[in-house]
């Protein structure tokens, strides 16, 4: 079992950063990939970036490409979501999440993963 606690959430003003951290239970962190979604009010969850395991690639949502970073840090067992040039339009909840070692796939779709966050409130003012 993992568990994944959200932190770095609040609130910036457009064109401001934020940099959200997930830290993770678990000794075999290094081997699960780990995603960042969001959820703005009334829209489904969606993807924003995710890591492979042990670093290996990164892939990131067409909307934050360029703007945002995703890195981990594997002996803190942390996985991190660098937020440059925010929008109001990045107004969400972000989760973090983990998907098994065991489990093989593009991880951009949210059925992908079996380890969830309790979700940090970015909040972009205009």
């Known amino acids: 079992q993992v568990s994944l606690v959200e932190s770095g959430g609040g609130l910036v003003q457009a064109g401001g950063s934020l940099r959200l951290s997930c830290a993770a239970s678990?000794?075999?962190?290094?081997?699960?990939?780990m995603g960042w979604f969001r959820q703005a009010p009334g829209k489904e969850r969606e993807f924003v970036a995710v890591?492979?395991?042990?670093?290996?690639?990164?892939v990131y949502a067409d909307s934050v490409k360029g703007r945002f970073t995703i890195w981990r840090d594997n002996a803190k067992n942390t996985v991190y979501l660098q937020m440059n040039s925010l929008a109001p339009e990045d107004t969400a909840v972000y989760y973090c999440a983990g998907a098994h070692p065991g489990r093989v796939g593009e991880f951009i779709t949210a059925d992908e993963y079996d380890y969830w966050g309790q979700g940090t409130q970015v909040t972009v003012s205009s």
């Open positions: 890591i492979r395991w042990r670093g290996s690639s990164t």
């Open positions: 678990g000794r075999t962190f290094s081997s699960y990939a």
